[in-house]
């Protein structure tokens, strides 16, 4: 906010309450209308924030997320409708990785080898998510405000005034170094490394939540040319991908909620459906002449949920699903997923090992 008052406050930011959990590539069909695909992709964008547009810098592709697969097949909808002939990709859910256990602290060493950074990761409660998320805490809130809110979430004073860094997707990086010299010149870089590895985390290379990063201890070189960013932002890095891998590391799945009203002969048939999708059954209630049945289903089991409610209903009943929370992706099928994930962004299938990362002291 520009204006001549000192400490004037800014105006505050918008938050919206979902986040897009399924993205699509989009392209024209063709090459001469891609000025007409960006202007309707950006006028999209300007009417529905929730709609987010980014470019892939690898592949060139057009990105578009959204809240589900019906949100996506609107906003594709009016881009047609604009004139526009475009070509479509499958689905593709985003996911987050998170830590189920504390782990650390871990050391790794800078490239130089002349700098020393111990991290330790541990998860982070959901109410304090919750707060990053609605922008209680934040980067741009006041500091006070937000050593007392956690105070209020039973943080102690010293762990309250130890936050460094506040990533919005829901996570945080506190220190509690003693007594070192060259931190605070050093702390932008060793940010950056943790700001890189919320965006792409160990697993697939998802955003992460839920996650306190804490540098526990800097041992820097004395000179500054051998703890520049160069060196410091990679160990950064290295120690946090160190702690997480050894923190049980899993990744979380969209979770919609769904709202099917319909007459009450219609029970069996839609609870058969959310049942045969992952999904379970949270309220049946009966409202005049029609049943209103809520569930939760995993966004990845929505892509043909509209053919098969259809089928199962006769059409005789709508529904509505809207995002409601991120879960921890079954065992059973973590391995396979995180192989899918990382073969489709072109990485290894097996994640790294941690001891790629940590250095012996």
């Known amino acids: 906010t520009l204006a001549t008052i000192k400490d004037v406050a800014p105006f505050e930011s918008i938050h919206y309450v979902s986040e897009p959990v399924v993205t699509i590539a989009v392209e024209p069909k063709h090459p001469r209308d891609l000025p007409k695909l960006v202007e309707g992709m950006r ?31 609107i906003a594709t909808t ?41 991290m330790e990761v541990m998860p982070l409660s959901p109410d304090i998510v919750e707060l990053i998320r ?25 762990e309250a005034r130890s936050v460094v860094a506040v990533d919005e997707r829901g996570n945080m990086m506190t220190e509690t170094t003693k007594g070192v010299q060259y931190l605070q010149e050093s702390m932008a870089s060793i940010r950056s490394g943790f700001e890189d590895i919320m965006k792409n985390g160990p697993l697939a290379y998802e955003f992460c939540r839920g996650i306190k990063c804490t540098l526990t201890n800097y041992v ?18 290295r120690a946090i991908l160190g702690a997480m891998l050894t923190a049980n590391p899993t990744l979380l799945e969209p979770v919609l909620g769904i709202e099917v009203k319909g007459p009450t002969e219609l029970i069996g048939a839609v609870t058969g459906v959310i049942s045969g999708k992952r999904g379970k059954l949270v309220n049946i209630e009966q409202k005049e002449v029609l049943t209103v049945i809520e569930g939760e289903v995993p966004a990845a089991e929505t892509f043909d949920l509209s053919e098969v409610m259809r089928g199962a209903t006769a059409g005789k009943a709508v529904w509505n699903t809207h995002f409601k929370l991120w879960q921890a992706v079954p065992t059973n099928m973590l391995y396979p997923l995180v192989t899918e994930i990382r073969k489709r962004k072109g990485l290894s299938p097996e994640p790294p090992n941690p001891a790629e990362f940590i250095d012996k002291e």
Not at 80 to 100: A, K
Not at 220 to 237: F, G, K, N, W
């Open 134 to 158: 609605n922008g209680t805490i934040s980067e741009t809130a006041d500091k006070k405000s937000i050593q007392k809110t956690l105070r209020e979430h039973g943080w102690d004073s010293d």
């Open 220 to 237: 820097p070189h004395e000179d500054p040319a051998h703890r520049t960013y160069a060196q410091l932002m990679p160990a950064s890095r």
């Open 78 to 118: 009016m881009l047609q409708q604009q004139g526009l002939e475009i070509v479509q990709s499958q689905p593709i859910i985003n996911y987050r990785e998170t830590v189920r256990v504390p782990a650390g602290p871990v050391m790794s060493r800078s490239p130089n080898r002349h700098n020393k950074i111990f």
């Open 43 to 73: 006028r999209l964008n300007i009417e529905d924030p929730n709609l987010i547009v980014t470019i892939n810098e690898e592949t060139g592709e057009t990105l578009m997320a959204g809240m589900g697969v019906l949100h996506l097949e």
